[in-house]
């Protein structure tokens, strides 16, 4: 694998002053790490039909998917006040296919019920027992500015590097060329997007400004879609509730595991990283009319077909 990547394309970031270079597999960009866990999860992984997959581009509400899934799965066993949430990062809770494809591939068989799986793979670098199989893919996304900014944040934190030493103009030019991570960014929506349209009975799309403004209808979707519908009961005692305020941003980002502690089997070093601000709109702040324009004629050009408001 190692002599394939020496002749795959390369493309060294700018922004991020030489410190990541990524690697161009089956018109994807991604770290040589996240490319190689892809193809053995491509080569090893068997998916059953009570399968869970939580799927998302980077940067668009991945940690709270989580979140929201892994407390409406387990909340039979753990309520708010017992949850692993308030210990245990969200990522470290719902495993990722391609970055811990061997700890998955060790206990899947044995899971009597399916535990949620995640990941960031564009829909046609999954594996094909998953695209085969009716198991659920649950989609988040996210407007695309807010995606480019928090992006932006979240790698220069990785790499240590002060805003006056990222440009995010630099950063603004190279995602839209589709130089990041898993991009590029209009593939990866557009891959499943078309799935659902084939498929929909087994992909949910959920929109992260609509969770937003909406939690309750929208983590009941969540829960009837993934097979673990809440009661009558439950909503009259208030678990949805309980459940969403657990998992808000607020209560995360205040809890001392994912203010102080450090990534475990990731090149992201710390928990805080993902764990910024999580406000829609703050793109506003960065934007000028000049990037508005160009962003909003890409989305147009590549992603109409969508339907999707990813403005």
Known sequence: MEEMFKTLPQHTSSWLKGKQTLYKYQDVWNHEKFHAGGILARQSFKARS??????????????????????IVTRKKFDASTSPL??????????????????IIEKHPNT???????THLPYNSLPESIRA???????????????????????????????????????????????????????????????????????????????????????KRLAEFIGYPFTAQEAKEGVIESIIKM????????????????????????????FRKGKVGDWENYFTDEMIEKIDKLIDEKLSSTGLALK
């Open 86 to 103: 308030l210990t245990t990062m969200p990522h470290n809770c719902i495993p990722t296919l391609d970055k811990e494809i061997e700890q």
């Open 50 to 71: 009570n399968d869970v997959f939580l799927c998302s581009y980077p940067k668009s509400g991945t940690t709270w998917l989580k979140a929201l899934a892994y407390a």
């Open 247 to 274: 998992c808000s941003f607020e209560n995360l980002s205040n809890l001392e595991v994912n203010k102080t502690g450090l990534g475990e089997g990731s090149i992201v070093p710390e928990n805080r990283f993902y």
């Open 112 to 118: 009597s019920r399916f535990a949620p799986i995640a």
């Open 133 to 219: 199989s009716n198991c659920k893919i649950v989609y988040v996304y996210r407007n695309v500015k807010d995606v480019i900014v928090s992006y932006y944040h979240f790698m220069r934190e990785i790499y240590k590097l002060p805003m006056e030493d990222a440009p995010f103009e630099e950063a603004f030019d190279e995602f839209c060329q589709g130089f990041s991570v898993y991009g590029p960014y209009w593939d990866h929506i557009l891959g499943y997007s078309k799935a659902s349209l084939e498929r929909p009975e087994t992909t949910l799309f959920l929109k992260y400004e609509d969770m937003q403004k909406d939690p309750i209808s929208n983590v």
